[in-house]
């Protein structure tokens, strides 16, 4: 018998025969919903189609906000993104319409606030959504970076660098390097512990060359770190 609802208590809107497949697309308690309406789970025959649960590779801040990457799940037809806000509830804050599509960014993540996301691939089959298991989840906190609003070389060997200040930020780091790419054979870098501080002269620099310098912010929540991207480079030549 299929029923109008999950349990024997509903009515009989239609029958099923020996041998039907059907795709059950949610299940309540021992009960089953297909196209037709709902059946009753008998696990020797049963069994509740899922696409498999996408793996988030990679989470981080970018300029326009917190970027999420995952795993293509063949047999989804796309991906809900959930984020939450520290002790908060998750709410779903993106449909994605493509299984091909496996990169999200919350441009409306807010500076500073710490979030926590997971994903879901999704099918729909017989008129519903088959949702998978949630991803792990990634938690991250927002920090949109700041601009280095100055860069010179006023004394010889020195390189005295600003940049705007960031109230939600821990501190700061700076990447300092005589290659345009930053190439790690070429580059230092420096941390400034006070997000209250806003400048800093880099000394021991060879004269007549040309420096390229980059910032970024950071905050530690609990033991773990978590960075901004680096800002766009500036550059000077020392005196």
């Keep these: 018998n299929v029923r109008s609802g999950p349990g024997t208590d509903y009515d009989i809107v239609n029958w099923t025969a020996k041998g039907d497949v059907f795709y059950i697309t949610k299940t309540s308690g021992k009960w089953g919903k297909i196209s037709k309406g709902w059946i009753s789970l008998n696990p020797s025959?049963?069994?509740?189609?899922?696409p498999q649960k996408p793996v988030v590779s990679t989470k981080s801040n970018t300029s326009q906000g917190v970027k999420l990457g995952w795993s293509?799940?063949?047999?989804?037809?796309g991906y809900y993104v959930y984020r939450k806000v520290l002790n908060g509830s998750y709410e779903k804050i993106a449909t994605i319409t493509s299984a091909d599509s496996v990169s999200y960014v919350d441009?409306?993540?807010?500076?500073?606030?710490?979030?926590?996301?997971?994903?879901?691939?999704?099918?729909k089959i017989d008129g519903g959504i088959c949702k998978s298991s949630a991803s792990?989840?990634?938690?991250?906190?927002r920090l949109k970076g700041v601009s280095v609003s100055s860069a010179k070389s006023s004394t010889a060997k020195k390189l005295k660098v600003t940049w705007a200040k960031d109230?939600?930020?821990?501190?700061?780091?700076?990447?300092y390097s005589t290659s345009s790419s930053f190439a790690a054979a070429n580059?230092?870098?420096?941390?400034?512990?006070?997000?209250?501080?806003v400048t800093k002269t880099l000394s021991g620099l060879t004269s007549k060359k040309k420096y390229y310098v980059r910032v970024r912010t950071y905050k530690t929540v609990d033991g773990t770190t978590y960075r901004s991207a680096w800002s766009s480079k500036a550059s000077a030549v020392i005196k």
């Design 45 to 50: 025959y049963s069994q509740v189609y899922k």
């Design 72 to 77: 293509k799940i063949a047999d989804a037809q």
């Design 107 to 123: 441009t409306k993540a807010e500076n500073g606030t710490l979030y926590k996301y997971k994903v879901f691939a999704y099918r």
């Design 136 to 141: 792990s989840v990634k938690t991250i906190v």
């Design 167 to 175: 109230s939600n930020a821990t501190g700061y780091e700076i990447q």
């Design 187 to 197: 580059t230092k870098s420096v941390t400034v512990k006070s997000n209250k501080t």
